[in-house]
């Protein structure tokens, strides 16, 4: 089947083969980010450890900022978050809130 063929099946379908893989690409791909940001996340700690007073403090305030940018006003987005965890944001779950607050304060407390 040609990828013509499979968005031609998306026009008469419920379920289609393409949009599901889309969706599962992008999870993929949202795990990738949550994992590259707290790589990101440690590497300023640990750097912070080595820098001077007051810089060390600068760095450790702003620790979690310039990550990557929210996504809840793109409506595929909302759409993936619908499909895959029945709305609610990947991003805001408690779990992946704990282990990026973790990581800034040097724990390293998941499989991230």
């Not at 379908?13 to 590259?36: G, R, T, V, Y």
């Not at 990947?90 to 390293?108: C, N, Q, V, Y």
Request: include cysteine; aromatic fraction near 12%; proline fraction near 3%.
């Amino acid at each position: 089947m040609t990828e013509h063929d499979l968005w031609k099946e998306c026009l008469d379908a419920d379920n289609c083969e393409i949009i599901n893989e889309f969706l599962k690409l992008i999870d993929m791909m949202l795990k990738d980010i949550q994992s590259l940001e707290v790589l990101c996340v440690r590497a300023r700690y640990e750097i912070s450890k080595y820098l001077e007073s007051p810089y060390d403090e600068y760095l450790k305030s702003d620790i979690l900022s310039g990550l990557s940018r929210s996504y809840n006003d793109n409506p595929a987005y909302h759409y993936y978050i619908q499909e895959i965890y029945d709305g609610g944001d990947p991003m805001s779950f408690k779990e992946w809130l704990d282990t990026i607050h973790d990581a800034a304060r040097g724990k390293d407390s998941s499989d991230f």
